[in-house]
């Protein structure tokens, strides 16, 4: 019932800056909140920012928290991720992840994803 696609993933410099856009449709009414998450090869896949959908409080990792920023806007049904001052260590596949809610108001956890976007951070 709800679908995720995000977009806004490239090849950047250290200290540069991307936008990455998660676009959601289907029953928006079901989200607890929307996460982002990363995956390097090698690496455990890490939580780096998450929001509340429907009061906009968040929440980060602490490797990006001062560096990343992850908003919503809620007309256009569409949560961000504004990545500033990108290190290295940031090169991943970034996934946009919602966690839904049960009809009694309970977090389902993460379970429906979308596909990635590559993120990478090179000289």
């Known amino acids: 019932q709800v679908h995720i696609v995000e977009s806004g993933g490239g090849l950047v410099q250290p200290g540069g800056s991307l936008r990455l856009s998660c676009a959601v449709s289907?029953?928006?009414?079901?989200?607890?909140?929307m996460g982002w998450f990363r995956q390097a090869p090698g690496k455990e896949r890490e939580r780096v920012a998450a929001?509340?959908?429907?009061?906009?409080?968040?929440h980060y990792s602490d490797s990006v928290k001062g560096r990343f920023t992850i908003s919503s806007d809620n007309t256009e049904n569409t949560v961000y991720l504004q990545m500033n001052s990108l290190k290295p260590e940031d090169t991943a596949v970034y996934y946009c992840?919602?966690?839904?809610?049960?009809?009694?108001?309970?977090?389902?956890?993460?379970?429906?994803w979308g596909k990635g976007t590559q993120v990478t951070v090179s000289s």
């Open positions: 929001i509340t959908w429907s009061d906009g409080s968040t």
């Open positions: 992840a919602a966690a839904r809610q049960s009809t009694t108001g309970y977090n389902l956890g993460y379970d429906v």
């Open positions: 289907g029953s928006i009414f079901s989200i607890w909140s």
